[in-house]
């Protein structure tokens, strides 16, 4: 075996599922803004979610990013024809 072979294992960031795990509770507290509640609680939930929601969106984001920067760094490891 030749140590110059590019590593076929797949790249994984464990941002980008934490940000889908935040996006989607995110979404379920912003949806809680359409019951039944006072006015400051919809403004509290509406805070909490859209904040919530932008740090899961934000996670996949850069976890995109980090995979993408790691696979090219593979790429560029590769030997030459």
């Known amino acids: 075996m030749s140590d110059s072979q ?8 464990p941002l980008q599922p934490l940000g889908v795990f935040l996006g989607v509770v995110g979404l379920a507290v912003v ?20 904040t919530i929601l932008g740090i899961g969106i934000a996670f996949i984001v850069l976890g995109h990013r980090r995979a993408k920067k790691a696979r090219e760094q593979d790429r560029s490891r590769a030997p030459g024809p």
Do not use: E, H, Q, T
């Not at 590019?6 to 960031?13: A, E, G, H, L, Q």
């Open 6 to 13: 590019p590593s076929k294992r797949p790249v994984y960031d």
């Open 31 to 50: 949806s809680a803004v359409f019951m039944p509640m006072p006015l400051v609680d919809r403004i509290i939930n509406l805070a909490a979610g859209l």
